[in-house]
């Protein structure tokens, strides 16, 4: 009832005052009166509301999320007082990209259910979809063909074009000067949508076709993607079966039973449908969205808000053991790009030739590993197929920690009064609080002395 009546309120009401601004007082409040009359007849006929007519629909989809969801956009000059940006250093997340093949494939299965939960609502009777959340499924078609793989899509060159413009727009200083390979430094993994992403954020900088010469990708990329090429991560995180535990706990558990069982019963079915068929519907609802910002994914119609919050807790299990503090490894082989920046800017503080700019791009499985290098994001307790209801307010959740374009930004300030040095960290743009720093910026020596040794004690030898 309420979702239709607020439906009723913003789409229709500020129509009704434009057209009518010239009439009197009382004929509003007759047109404002049917409004209400009409909303409390639609509740009247016991339907589900509407997906489709959501204004602000839950698009928190773990590492599917569209990077504006969770982005900072505010780009307003970074003034720091008798301070300069001396160098900005970012590793970014490639943009939103598109299924892989493999999911192209199993995405195919969808053409399947459609077919039934029409056949359901409309031959049978069963299923409460909204007659437009039905129409929408009907026109449904997948949008993406198995050779695109997992390029980075339209909406993907956006973000990360985007991206560049802020970074330039809060630091023009760094950003104007010439260049060249020696003052801004570019590295991406050999996938399409890294170079691609590094293509769309130079470009952002600098404008298109600014031709900044990029180096090649490397095979073993011990810099920005060590997991890949660590045997001892493989085997001890990656193919480990304890790493998934946890997440396959949880999907065999009340909550996601549950959810399988109402999700059945909305869309017509007598008999329970699998979590597989679940998990195929959540992956095309959130890719739609994703490559499509302004279009409703008829797919999310299937699952309630809470629905979609315990699908995105399988996803955060299963990366808090894969990527996040549920292995100790992690913290180990997420330490080189935080070895980077802190040795960059250790060797700006003794004087040496440093890049304006280090630009890198890759894949959040890194983002997160080097989240958990530092510490950030850490919960008191560990997430567990048992505690989803007390992690509600969790710190490690991948919609906010490693949504498309996820991003962690340093900046390293030379200073001309009190402290020489200082550095501030954004992450997806916010401005990170760290404690003992004045608002975010950070005197170095105190950086230094927080998170020095993550520096020193990195070492790959282990792999
Ligand atoms: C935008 O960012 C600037 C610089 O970081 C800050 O001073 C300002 O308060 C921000 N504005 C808003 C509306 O948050």
Redesign the pocket.
Known sequence: MYTIYKYILFHFLPLALDSFSSLNRNKMIIILLSATLLATLAAGQSQDSCYADQTDPYILFGTATPYEAVSNT?A???YIDKCEAKQFWIISRHGTRYADADEVDELKDLYDLQEKIIKNHEKDGSGSLCAKDLENLKLWTLQVVSNVKSDLTPQGYNDLYRLGERFKS?FPALFKQTVTKDSFKVQFTTKQRTAASAIAFVDGLFGTGMGLEFPEALEDDMLIKPYASCKKWEKDVEENKDTTKQMKKFEDGSTVTTLVGSVSKRLGFSKTLDLDDILLMYSACRYDKAWHLDKVSPWCAAFTEDDLKALEYIEDLELYYSTGYGNDLNKKVGCPPVKDFIDRFSDIEKGEQQPAGVLYFTHHEMILLVLTSLGFDKDKEALTSSNYDQMSGREWRSSFISPFTANLAAVFFKCDAGEPYRVQLYFNEH?LDINGCDQGLCDWSYFKQQFGSISSSCNLDFC
Do not use: E
Request: proline letters at 0%; glycine letters at 0%; hydrophobic letters at 35%.
């Open positions: 505010n307003s000059y970074v809060r401005l």
